[in-house]
């Protein structure tokens, strides 16, 4: 039998880790990026000001400490402790979306996985059109 290599190209991604150290201690300029909505808040930490969701009066407020964690509170929705769930909750992310979005704007080196190269046999390649076909249906 004739054997064939199927090549991908090599997938980059970020490390939580990674991201989470190079964003410690710059939330405030992430935030403000990413969720300009939050100026108010932004402009005074720790203390209370409309909500950025559902507006209000005075619902919600940063941390005082959100430059190192960039965690917030709304008396309405709950609270958001780290920068991460706080740019989930606000734009609707999932954590990998926030993850790439905060990793960008801090220029984050990815990592990559390495390319994958597996022999595939031509019985194989033949058979995988079938398998989704029948699926599909």
Request: net charge positive; proline share 6%; aromatic share 10%.
């Amino acid at each position: 039998m004739l054997g064939f290599t199927l090549r991908r190209k090599p997938m980059s991604y970020y490390k939580a880790d990674t991201v989470r150290e190079a964003a410690n201690g710059n939330w405030l300029f992430i935030l403000a990026a990413l969720a300009p909505h939050l100026e108010p808040a932004l402009r005074k930490p720790g203390r209370h000001v409309s909500c950025p969701i559902h507006g209000g009066k005075d619902g919600f407020r940063l941390f005082k400490d959100a430059h190192l964690t960039g965690g917030g509170v709304c008396n309405t929705c709950g609270a958001n402790h780290d920068g991460f769930e706080l740019l989930m909750w606000l734009n609707n992310w999932d954590f990998k979306q926030c993850l790439s979005e905060v990793g960008d704007y801090l220029g984050v080196e990815k990592e990559q996985h390495p390319s994958i190269n597996k022999p595939l046999h031509r019985h194989e390649l033949l058979s995988r059109p079938k398998r989704l076909f029948s699926k599909s249906l």
